[in-house]
């Protein structure tokens, strides 16, 4: 169980379409491991694997754990399938630890169906709404190279990308300085 580093925009390794994986092995698992611990420490409610560096097509997320109760609750997809989409759209403010506080309102349809494997390599479906629904639909952008802020117009992408440009340029000096 390992925190590992996530790459943030416009890092051009985000851009690459993750590889299905073979099958659910302990390799993967861990994988999924070191991703749920990276996750909660970030912390964000939905990470792809593609944002520490291994473009496979590996999705953890838990959307509760930062309720009042705190419980976590666990998600895992592997090789995850958009079946079903509503037509009707619902507007989400988001946010992506790849892309540090930046945040913007982005229209995905409001309830979608999902086939993957879970964690032991079975197959499952889920039908999401609401944040669930919106969280699995930005991770699987991931998966295909998109970020949230490609779905913004080329002039609020330009600005948000020259911020993480600036904001990158400037820790890397704090970094020789310290
Ligand atoms: O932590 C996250 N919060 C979030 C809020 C609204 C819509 C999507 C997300 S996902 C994000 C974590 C992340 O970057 N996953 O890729
Ligand atoms: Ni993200």
């Excluded at 925190?3 to 590889?19: E, G, N, R, Y």
């Excluded at 070191?34 to 953890?60: C, E, K």
Aim: proline share 5%; with cysteine; glycine share 4%.
């Amino acid at each position: 169980m390992t925190v590992k580093k996530i790459l943030t925009a416009p890092d051009p390794f985000l851009k690459q379409i993750s590889k299905p994986v073979d099958e659910v092995t302990k390799e993967i698992q861990d994988l999924m491991d070191d991703m749920l611990d990276t996750m909660y420490d970030a912390p964000g409610i939905g990470l792809a694997a593609v944002q520490i560096g291994v473009p496979l097509r590996v999705i953890v997320m838990d959307i509760s754990w930062r309720n009042e109760e705190g419980i976590k609750e666990p998600l895992y997809f592997v090789n995850p399938e958009i079946t079903v989409k509503t037509k009707n759209l619902s507007t989400y403010e988001e946010g992506c630890l790849s892309v540090p506080d930046q945040y913007a309102e982005i229209d995905r349809p409001e309830e979608c169906e999902i086939n993957f494997l879970d964690y032991n390599g079975k197959k499952s479906t889920l039908n999401a709404k609401g944040l669930l629904a919106t969280c699995i639909q930005h991770e699987m952008d991931h998966l295909e190279g998109i970020l949230f802020i490609d779905h913004l117009s080329n002039m609020k992408r330009n600005m948000i990308v020259k911020k993480l440009i600036k904001t990158k340029k400037q820790s890397k000096k704090e970094r020789i300085v310290a």
